[in-house]
């Protein structure tokens, strides 16, 4: 069975530091997805990984891949407090299939 | 472009009554089509996907079921429902390199 985990599973950190977040999966792979939710609304898509090796930034954020150490990270740089949100990692399940299993999440709280 | 609805965005049911949540896309056709719950403060559990009209997969056995009636219409229902079944229901469709965009959600309170 595929499990997913993150770490940390809160975070809370000043404005203007950097941080990573952790997302670990126990089985093979090759596509890895980051999502942000706000608190009480839906997942927002950020971030889609497809290869080994592959590093997507998007603003103060920047995704990568390790396949073959089955991990991804998530590098805040210079947080602000509008980054303040729950940060979800996804992998697909199977080959040729295309069920995902979400991470435990990451909440991330920055303080002005 | 795509957009995805779902409704109605919030419902409080008693235990015992049934249950029809819907999610329609549109702006794509032959979807791929999920649906997911939250429990409050926890991650995603997948509950079922659809490749195609009347074609349903279950990921977990509960007393929910899906259906998908129509290309880009994707429902969940039960018959009875227990408190465990209080949560936050997203509906997603997938692109074709795979990223999931999800639908507003409908909470769900069971009494």
């Known amino acids: 069975e595929l499990k997913v985990e993150q770490n940390p599973l809160f975070l809370s950190m000043q404005e203007g530091k950097n941080y990573t977040i952790y997302c670990n999966y126990s089985?093979?792979?090759?596509?890895l997805y980051w999502y942000r939710q706000d608190p009480g609304k839906s997942l927002e898509s950020l971030f889609v990984?497809?290869?080994n090796g592959a590093v997507k930034q998007e603003g103060r954020l920047m995704a990568s891949l390790d396949t073959k150490a089955r991990l991804s990270t998530l590098h805040i740089t210079a947080a602000v407090h509008d980054l303040s949100a729950t940060y979800f990692c996804?992998?697909?399940w199977g080959s040729g299939t295309y069920k995902y299993i979400f991470g435990t999440g990451t909440r991330l709280k920055v303080l002005a | 472009s795509q957009t995805i609805h779902q409704w109605p965005a919030t419902l409080v049911q008693p235990v015992g009554s049934p249950l029809s949540l819907e999610c329609t896309v549109e702006?794509?056709?032959?979807?791929?089509l999920y649906w997911y719950r939250q429990a409050a403060g926890r991650g995603l559990q997948l509950l079922f996907y659809?490749?195609?009209?009347?074609?349903i997969s279950s990921e977990v056995p509960q007393n929910l079921s899906a259906s998908r009636p129509q290309d880009r219409q994707f429902i969940l229902s039960s018959k009875k429902l227990l408190l465990s079944d209080s949560g936050f229901y997203l509906c997603?469709?997938?692109?074709?390199?795979?990223?999931?965009?999800f639908g507003p959600g409908t909470r769900l309170l069971v009494l």
């Open positions: 996804a992998v697909v």
């Open positions: 089985t093979t792979s090759d596509r």
């Open positions: 990984l497809l290869s």
């Open positions: 702006g794509t056709s032959n979807p791929n």
């Open positions: 659809s490749v195609g009209i009347g074609q």
């Open positions: 997603a469709w997938r692109t074709t390199v795979g990223t999931q965009y």
